[in-house]
T-cell receptor, first 112, second 111 residues
Framework: DTEVTQTPKHLVMGMTNKKSLKCEQH?????MYWYKQKAKKPPELMFV???????INESVPSRFSPECPNSSLLNLHLHALQPEDSALYLC???????????FGSGTQLSVL | GQNIDQPTEMTATEGAIVQINCTYQ??????LFWYQQHAGEAPTFLSY????GLEEKGRFSSFLSRSKGYSYLLLKELQMKDSASYLC????????????FGSGTQLTVLP
């Protein structure tokens, strides 16, 4: 299994909703990432988990809350988002520090 | 910090060769990646260079010159399916967590 699986693929939510994005990998990778990508822009790093511990938070607003329940799973909890948070949210993983990123297919989020 | 520059758009003809350039200025360097991304899809890994020189992988090759802060991705025998965005990404010192992406080059392959 060489995949990073993200669900849902598409999500529409209102500004008062609470939702969660999910990411799963079974490659034994020890680092997992959340990226945000706006249309025609490069991915921007949001969070990094290394060995299930949050190691990087790139000054992301608290309305985004990451969670890593175990080494295979990564969640991103969303609450009180703004329309400008609409974007493609990408999960990625790597085996170690020097390895390439494996990306999931992303969740296309629209905030109304 | 990292500053990565690549052309915004390029157009080429099916069967041709195209070279996508990437220049970078970084506070530290620990490798350069090229990714391909089709619209609405995840980036997929194409190549990795950490030492100077050319890495060839089928129709795709990537070159790195660390002294010049320069890389290029060479695509041969272009196919329509190669129409995509090509992202140059530089890894800073320390770990893959510091991977910074350029804005991407949108390549359009014409028949």
């Amino acid at each position: 299994d060489t995949e990073v699986t993200q669900t849902p693929k598409h999500l529409v939510m209102g500004m008062t909703n609470k939702k969660s994005l999910k990411c799963e990998q079974h490659m034994g990778h020890r680092a997992m990432y959340w990226y945000k990508q706006k249309a025609k822009k490069p991915p921007e790093l949001m969070f990094v988990y290394s060995y299930e511990k949050l190691s990087i938070n790139e000054s992301v607003p608290s309305r985004f809350s990451p969670e890593c329940p175990n080494s295979s799973l990564l969640n991103l909890h969303l609450h009180a988002l703004q329309p400008e948070d609409s974007a493609l949210y990408l999960c990625a993983s790597t085996w170690g520090d020097r390895e390439k990123l494996f990306f999931g297919s992303g969740t296309q989020l629209s905030v109304l | 910090g990292q500053n990565i520059d690549q052309p915004t758009e390029m157009t080429a003809t099916e069967g041709a060769i195209v070279q996508i350039n990437c220049t970078y200025q970084t506070s530290g360097f620990n490798g350069l990646f090229w990714y391909q991304q089709h619209a609405g899809e995840a980036p997929t890994f194409l190549s990795y260079n950490v030492l100077d020189g050319l890495e060839e992988k089928g129709r795709f090759s990537s070159f790195l010159s660390r002294s010049k802060g320069y890389s290029y991705l060479l695509l041969k025998e272009l196919q329509m399916k190669d129409s995509a965005s090509y992202l140059c990404a530089v890894r800073g010192p320390g770990s893959a967590r510091q991977l910074t992406f350029g804005s991407g080059t949108q390549l359009t392959v014409l028949p």
